[in-house]
């Protein structure tokens, strides 16, 4: 809760969505879930449009007629010829052309990433659908939930058990792995682990600025409106949407991109991917510790992806300390 008792996420919204029965099945016995689906829109030509794009996108941004009949020929005669891009820039560029490209996504990358689109792997931009429908969904996933008490009741009731200490505030010392631990589970930058020795790998971090707003039921027309323009905040979001809490006022996250702060996003260019598997191969030599999440991984994951993940890792760690 913040000051004035609205339920927030202190570090932007994180919507959970997912296709896995087991992912959901494992995080449900720590809560129950409320349905939501989130919906988000794009601050384009001084109006508020559907993001992802989709058939009412490009109506009401370019004054069209189409239909799902004509999506498909729309943007195949606006987008560029190129059988296999290899970076963010040349994929929209394919998908989408040149003007939707610079409307939606160039400003928004720059100012997301910090860095041009055509630095970019292609795969930052994959993650991004475009809808050939006006199905105005962020997420398609067939799981899309929210947890009814919050994401820290349900951590909070993950680490209720009699196996699990916690220390918090205590920064991690390179020492430990000198120490007689069995295994390490290690969920922070894996260049750190290693003391930079190949180089730093660079993260982006995110500046959430809260607002509350006393006597106001919704403020905004939907869960998120992304800023793509001119503006120092790519994102506002409005946390009653996500968490249907009831609440005579309600706040907004504004999110201010940076490289400074608590690194959140894995930077995926070839020179970081080159430098990461320098890490990774050392990594792959370690039989005592474990190397999983964004971080450790310098992988943009979803928050089911890394779920998924360290419940396979756990399977083989118990399977082979068990022995």
């Known amino acids: 809760m913040d000051d004035a008792g609205v339920l927030v996420h202190p570090y932007g919204p994180h919507i959970f969505h997912t296709n896995s029965d087991r992912v ?6 720590f809560t129950s879930w409320r349905p939501y689906e989130h ?8 109006r508020l449009v559907p993001f992802p794009i989709n058939i009412d996108t490009l109506n009401a941004t370019f004054d069209l007629d189409l239909d799902e009949r ?36 160039l400003g928004y990358t720059r100012k997301h990433w910090g860095v041009h689109p055509s630095s970019l792997s292609a795969s930052v931009m994959r993650r991004v659908p475009i809808r050939f429908n006006r199905d105005d969904r962020y997420f398609l996933d067939r799981h899309q939930l929210m947890p009814s008490d919050g994401y820290t009741a349900m951590f909070r009731r993950m680490l ?22 069995t295994h390490t589970v290690y969920t922070g930058s894996i260049s750190d682990y290693y003391n930079n020795i190949y180089g730093t790998l660079p993260y982006r971090s995110v500046r959430v600025e809260l607002v509350h707003y006393a006597g ?47 690194p959140s996003y894995p ?16 990594a792959d030599r370690e039989s005592s510790v474990s190397f999983v999440g964004r971080l450790a991984e310098y992988r943009y994951y979803n928050m089911d992806q890394v779920v998924a ?15």
């Open 309 to 323: 993940s360290a419940l396979k890792l756990a399977e083989r760690l118990s399977s082979r300390l068990r022995r």
């Open 216 to 262: 106001v039921d919704r403020l905004l027309p939907a869960g998120s409106i992304n800023h793509p323009g001119s503006e120092a905040h790519t994102r506002t979001s409005e946390f009653k949407y996500l968490t249907g809490q009831v609440h005579s006022g309600t706040t907004i996250c504004r999110e201010y991109p940076g490289s400074d702060g608590e």
């Open 70 to 105: 004509t999506i498909g020929q729309y943007l195949a005669s606006v987008s560029a010829n190129l059988s296999d891009p290899i970076d963010s820039e040349q994929y929209l560029l394919s998908s989408v052309g040149r003007q939707i490209y610079e409307l939606f996504f």
């Open 160 to 181: 209720d058990h009699d196996g699990i200490s916690l220390q918090l505030g205590t920064p991690f010392d390179c020492t430990l792995r000198s120490r007689a631990f």
């Open 24 to 29: 959901l099945s494992f995080l449900g016995r």
């Open 267 to 282: 930077i995926p260019t070839d020179k970081n991917e080159a430098m990461y598997k320098s890490y990774r191969s050392l």
């Open 39 to 46: 919906r988000s829109l794009t601050a384009v030509k001084g």
